[in-house]
């Protein structure tokens, strides 16, 4: 699947391109003034997408007959279907290689006809985002999308497509793992609980291992996680900080046989931040800050 399939505006699992230069587009539109967005969520995509038209946009790229016939077999297994989603939750896609491929070869027309009409879209894989600088021009963008959507055999999701100005309170939208709202980045609820959920998983009361041992096994999910969503407001790492330390002393209060809630002052006293930090723990709201002046 040649490069002349592909126009800049597309992100996702490309060779040198990735979700972090998506995002940084994205920015930079926004800095210039294109805050009216359309958010489009293709309903179902795989689930959709007609296996006529989609084989012959490969045979217009490939005329390989037993490539064609393996890629003939995958799409008569679904393997297209029921996906896991790859929006970064720690800032590595998930599912199938060969799904978001085939979905940048059956949007790729799309991306030309945008483009060609002078919107600023941004797209990874089957998530995109078109940007704009008016409300009446984000409006066109949106039915535009429409019409291609229904003449190549595609839904958009009628509760999750929708054009506002997200410098507005309640106007935002959602790009793979952030919200973008009021003028600043926030990480999406679902990236948020996905993320605490693996805390608590590594942070059980009734594990019975060290605290430098708990906190050697959780710092490359800590920073992993900070390295894809440092961007964010600091907020929120000031409560995702305090969140991870009060599982951590409800581990040492636990290994102490004291009572299951303990008096936050008194853990305060006990194991204040210092000690934490002190076996290495990483803590967000300082490298978020360290991040910020090195900027």
Known sequence: MGVHTHLPTSYGFRPGKGCKDALREVDKYLKDGYTHVVDADLKGYFDSIPHDLLTARIEEHISDGRLLQLLASW??????????????????????????????????????????????????????????????????????????????????????????????????????????????????????????????????????????????????????????????HLSTFTNLDGFIRRRLRSILRKQEKRPGMGRCHEDHRRWPNAYFANLGLFTMTSAQQRASQSR
């Open 75 to 232: 799409l008569q297994q679904d393997i297209v279907r029921d996906l896991e989603r790859w929006t970064p939750t720690a800032g590595t896609p998930q599912g199938a290689v060969i799904s978001p491929l085939l979905a940048n070869l059956y949007l790729h027309p799309l991306d030309v006809k945008m483009s060609e009409l002078g919107y600023r879209m941004v797209r990874y894989a089957d998530d995109f985002v078109i940007l704009c600088q008016t409300a009446s021009q984000a409006q066109a963008a949106l039915e535009e999308v429409q019409a291609w959507v229904e003449e190549n055999g595609l839904t958009l999701h009628p509760d999750k497509t929708h054009v506002g100005d997200c410098l507005v309170d309640g106007q935002g939208f959602e790009f793979l793992g952030y919200r973008f709202e009021a003028g600043r980045r926030w990480v999406r609820d679902k990236s948020l609980k996905g993320f605490k959920d693996k805390v608590r998983q590594k942070t059980r009361r009734t594990r019975g291992d060290s605290m430098r041992t708990i906190i050697e096994d959780l710092t490359p999910m800590l920073r992993g996680w900070f390295g894809y969503f440092k961007h964010a």
